[in-house]
């Protein structure tokens, strides 16, 4: 009991206040539709792009199966559902193919990555869950929006052939499929070299 009627402290009422406004924030949150981004779902088209340099190009699919990842192979320039491939998406895990491996470049402008490094690819973890740490968290989570937002930062593909792509993931979500449609961007060298932009 507050003797005289003195005041709760201030540390007190600033926590209350706190509080009452992340409360409010999450209601807001969870009482407001998202808009999604305008992205719709890429049709495949597989085609050898030989030892050509791809891109920056683009590219949206439907990850939102739990049980089965959908695989990209950069050498067809499509999501694919048999033969080879370089990357799998399962809702937000990302990983590489067998004998490949995934390095953060950090958060950097995709452009300006014209070379990836020789090391410092990581290979894929398979416990608890199969991942791939290279990539990990590649989103934060918004308290305010319930969304999962892109970081934003490039990552240096190695495929299990020896060639070499950037990669930026970009949105976990499209309007024609809503959750788990991850779109990203990319550039592929099919040469075997590292560079992965245009020659100056």
């Known amino acids: 009991m507050i003797a005289g009627g003195a005041r709760p402290p201030i540390l007190v009422l600033a926590m209350g206040g706190a509080f009452v406004l992340l409360v409010i ?3 807001i949150g969870s009482l407001t539709r998202p808009e999604f981004p305008p992205y719709a779902l890429t049709t495949p088209h597989p085609a ?10 683009t590219y ?5 199966a739990t049980d089965r ?3 990209f192979d950069f050498g067809r320039n499509a999501a694919v559902d048999s033969g080879p491939w370089d990357l799998a998406f399962r809702r937000f ?3 590489a193919a067998p004998g490949g491996g995934i390095v953060d470049l950090g958060a950097v402008p995709f452009d300006s990555v014209r070379e990836l490094p020789v090391a410092g690819y990581v290979e894929n973890a398979t416990a608890p869950d199969t991942t791939n740490p290279g ?4 989103y934060a989570y918004s308290m305010l929006s319930h969304l999962l937002m892109s970081k934003h930062h490039v990552y240096g593909v190695r495929t299990a052939g020896g060639r070499y792509a950037k990669l930026e ?3 976990y979500y499209c309007r024609d ?3 788990a449609c991850v779109t990203f961007r990319y550039a592929y060298q099919g040469d075997g070299s590292r560079r992965v932009a245009p020659s100056r």
């Open 25 to 27: 924030a999450l209601l």
């Open 48 to 57: 050898g792009v030989g030892d050509s340099l791809v891109g920056p190009a």
């Open 60 to 64: 949206t699919l439907d990850a939102a």
């Open 69 to 71: 990842w959908r695989r």
């Open 93 to 95: 895990h990302v990983i």
């Open 135 to 138: 990539v990990g968290k590649w």
């Open 169 to 171: 993931l970009l949105a």
């Open 177 to 179: 499929a809503g959750t």
